[in-house]
């Protein structure tokens, strides 16, 4: 089972920006990748996920601010997030998109001035 480690979070003024990683443990580029987060006392929602052959979808909240992107050599993807808002506040995880299980630790991000 493919597992996942996140990093790249942090302490963040509004504004500003993250890039977070997510390096999987085994084959991920037949899968379609996603990243999710999860803030205290809401449930995990979908931010963005992107296909094998690179489609993408974003929630409405993070579109045109955060953008998705893989190495499949790596077995790597990453989230590059602009213009960080305090409601962008959450976990962030990644995992394969609807899979529901394997989670990883997640990383913290956390927007404040």
């Known amino acids: 089972q493919v597992q996942f480690v996140e990093s790249g979070g942090g302490l963040v003024q509004p504004g500003g920006s993250l890039r977070l990683s997510c390096a999987a443990s085994g084959i991920m580029f037949i899968y379609t990748m996603a990243w999710y987060r999860q803030a205290p006392g809401n449930q995990r929602e979908l931010v963005a996920s992107?296909?094998?052959?690179?489609?993408?979808n974003y929630g409405d909240s993070v579109r045109g601010r955060f953008t998705i992107s893989r190495d499949n050599t790596k077995n790597t993807v990453y989230l590059q997030m602009n213009s960080l808002k305090p409601e962008d506040t959450a976990v962030y995880y990644c995992?394969?998109?609807?899979?529901?299980?394997?989670w990883g630790q997640g990383t913290q991000v956390t927007v404040s001035s």
């Open positions: 992107m296909s094998p052959v690179r489609s993408t």
């Open positions: 995992n394969i998109l609807d899979r529901g299980a394997g």
